[in-house]
């Protein structure tokens, strides 16, 4: 029994209200050795009064040494084994832009090159055109028209866009066209099964319209496609945990990952002030909140370890807003580490802090990845987090009599 | 999904060189309720440095309680789970004897055992006859032909021998021909499905050629069989993570159990110096180093407090010869627990220190049981070990985008 099925069978009505703010790449390793982290760094007064209330610990996203993309580290802070329920590439890079994939689609990242006239690429890039010049490509190609399904071409910035199909009884077991070498010509699509030879044969039809239309717009002059994914088959918070779930998120990325798994997307303006503005203004209509903070992620993908600190502070001094509403349960974790040292994420714990009344106290005093380590929660994958907020949220009865 | 799945899809190409050293038998017990155990006793400075520079945890061999052998103990550590990959018996007893087990394999325990002349066994040891005799009776039955399959019986010691079946084929679904009681005859060996009734054929035909040619060698006049064991299918250490890897190992049942995941073995010569200096000269040729100390468990099993805090020094004053090298990652642990106080492998947790240049501190400042308890690493399965070894070794990439 996963824990999906077991949280179907032991849910619970109740009025009780969950906060999940995620800061993203929370996570961290001290500059120096011997130093310290950059959440061990930050003075972040809210957030510890909230750890000497609560419990804390350590989150791992997916397994030990595994470092997880965002989707899979989403995936597991919502309950979802991120090992079991996979996320393709080219579904994250539709929900990155925003574009509202659905259930009968299969979607691919696609990048425009340029070939020589005998079809062999030059180059795979094609020389990084100017965003602008990718909306216009992707405009034109969205001029082809295929009998059986419907076709979207959709920008992203560069070279890059994304193919969506929709249509019935698609499959993704295809292959990459891109040959990943000049000198070669694109390769055909084939489908391994047949509902993937379905896709394939309308993507080379595709394919063949693209170079029709872009013959004559060197650099731009051809299509790869890279990563076929359909759209997943995810239970929604609202038929697993019966939670009514909002995500106040400010990236794309993030508002797809929870439209994944049925969340209402709220528009959260652009500012973590706004999105608090956003919690206060939704908060009798939900039960569950899930707010994302990009920021502790992308200043340590920047290797600004200062910077980290400064975010983390920012959103320590926007806590007591969260706290003024009075949720049941709040939570303050990260998907992922992203070392401001590594520049990447990581594969280390991640700190989780779990306020409720109903924690058992563990003398933990300041949230940090070295204290978090003597946390009542013990080290524990993240996929057992949304169970242990449901028990303190007074959602979830007993198993077994 | 199982972690050699994951190991596959998400490794990457690197130069850095990995060292795990493998103290067999490391964890302990205090001798008196109060007092330290036999590592927390020694005196460990290198150790100790390494520590305070890495991470520390505790390793669980197989599962909670569970006490493991050899063959799990060390599967666990290179990263298979022990409950899924099984070694059995006649296996590792060939391993023991440093016999080239291969695929085409099955081996069984053997017995010499006295029967009187109704065939009922009298002494199922043969009164455990000297081991030259043993390998004058096994040179007598290495005689014994049978069509369709090559035949190993070599030598152990006293009463006891390994026989090996080589041939297409062939199962070890086979009932043991030891009754386990005198006054009973050997039992006849049945398979339970084709492959298996295969072997029993022929291992039925192995034992009444044995009868004959020993029925004048009493007491050593008879045989009986235990533990048949196929040649594990284990997908190499180079299949799975992509490392060239050697074991540095003096002793058969340890260079066997590497052999088995396709390590190459090394000549390691007899003592913990020549290990390193053998590990000096490969140093450039491999990517992971299987080091096995055995002196922590034998004198553990002796029962010798003193005797292993002894060889735990021991093993200290060479690590610096490692470190010399400068790996970038270097594991000290042991596949089991072998408190002297107990004389015997057993289930307790055992120490694990984990070094390179990205662990995060842990406020772990010495090597040993009681500190472990508060590392960075917690208490994880043993199999845990190799995906961490990997990510830390800059050897793995993101799981998913």
Redesign the interface.
């Known amino acids: 029994m996963n824990i999906q099925q077991l949280m179907r069978e032991l849910r619970e009505e109740s009025d009780s209200k969950i906060v999940l703010l995620v800061a993203d790449g929370l996570g961290g ?2 500059e120096e ?2 130093g310290k ?1 950059e959440l061990e760094s930050a003075r972040t007064p809210n957030l510890d009064a909230c750890v000497r209330e609560g419990v804390s610990g ?1 989150s791992i996203p ?11 580290g989403h995936l597991g802070l919502f309950g979802y084994d ?2 079991q329920y ?2 393709g ?1 080219g579904i ?2 539709a929900l990155g832009i925003n574009f509202p994939v659905g259930e009968r689609d299969v979607a691919v990242r696609g990048n425009f090159c340029t070939v020589d006239d005998a079809g062999r690429i030059t180059d795979r890039r094609a020389g990084r055109p100017a965003t602008e010049r990718c909306v216009a490509m992707c405009r034109r190609l969205q001029e082809i028209h295929i009998s059986g399904v419907e076709i979207y071409v959709e920008p992203v910035r560069e070279h890059r866009f994304v193919l969506v199909l929709r249509g019935d009884g698609l499959g993704d077991a295809v292959n990459d066209t891109d040959p990943q070498q000049v000198g070669a010509r694109p390769l055909e699509a084939v489908g391994s099964d047949p509902v993937s030879a379905k896709t394939a044969r309308l993507v080379n039809q595709f394919v063949a319209g693209a170079a029709r239309m872009l013959h004559d717009q060197a650099p731009t002059n051809m299509v790869t496609l890279r990563g076929f994914a359909r759209y997943p088959k995810i239970e929604t918070m609202q038929e697993v945990y019966g939670l009514r779930s909002a995500a106040i998120a400010v990236y794309p990325m993030y508002k797809g990952l929870a439209r994944l798994v049925g969340m209402k997307i709220a528009d959260a303006g652009a500012t973590l002030g706004d999105q608090m503005e956003t919690l206060r203004t939704l908060w009798n209509d939900f039960d569950f909140f899930f707010l994302h903070y990009k920021y502790t992620d992308s200043t340590g993908e920047d290797g600004n370890f200062a910077a980290k600190v400064e975010m983390i502070e920012k959103l320590d001094g926007e806590l007591p807003k969260v706290r003024a509403l009075e949720p049941d349960v709040l939570i303050v974790t990260g998907d992922h580490s992203t070392p401001s ?2 520049r990447s ?4 714990p991640v700190p989780v802090l779990l306020w409720s009344k109903t924690c058992r106290p563990d003398a933990v005093v300041e949230f940090g ?2 204290y978090c ?2 946390g009542g929660l ?2 524990f994958e993240a996929k057992h987090l949304m169970p242990l907020a449901m028990a303190h949220a007074g959602r979830l009865g007993k198993y077994g009599a």
């Open positions: 390793l001290p050795p011997g982290t350590l997916v397994l030990p040494g595994i470092t997880p993309g965002s989707g899979p991120p090992l996979r996320i590439r994250l890079e040292k590594l994420h990581s594969w280390h990845e070295t380590l003597r013990g080290q």
